[in-house]
Every structure is written in C-alpha cells, then in structure tokens.
C-alpha cells in the first residue's frame, strides 16, 4: 500500500532534471542506476513496456515515473506495483 499522504496530495509536474545517485538503499526496490548520454538517473522494467524513467521523491518518500513531453521531463504519477514504498518502509 502506497503512503496515503502521497496519493491524496501528489500533482504531476514539470522538472529541469532528473535527479543524483542519491536514494538510500532501503528505497531502491527495483530501480536501477544507468549512465547515459543527456539521460543519466534511474529506471524500472516494466514487463509490458520496457524500460522507464523513474525519480524518486523525497518530499513524499516515493518512486515516480516520468516522461518525456515538449522536450521536458513530466512527473506525472506516483509509481505503483514494484516500486511502491509501503507505510513500513
């Protein structure tokens, strides 16, 4: 169950960047760390669509995916399944 601070208070945003190498370990979950040309940060595999940007949000202690929309990265939904981070957490 993902935090319900977190689903009641999120709203989908524009960011500059993506974000450091910074999540503690606990948090990880099954985000992975890749380095890549103009798109270093993290990502999770989804079975059904691949590979996906992902950020972690420290304001609400929670995985969110994001795209790519007008050439901008848009936070756009707190990430569920995998990367939930429970009220134990």
Known sequence: MVAT???EEFQSH?????????VPL??????????????DGYYCHY???GWKHIKFNFEFLAWVNVCIKDQQYLVWQIAEGKLAITKEE
């Open 5 to 7: 601070r977190a689903l």
């Open 14 to 22: 524009f960011i500059e960047r993506r974000g450091d190498r910074n």
């Open 47 to 49: 079975e059904d669509k």
């Open 26 to 39: 606990l948090f990880l979950k099954e985000a992975k760390w890749f380095d890549q040309p103009n798109g």
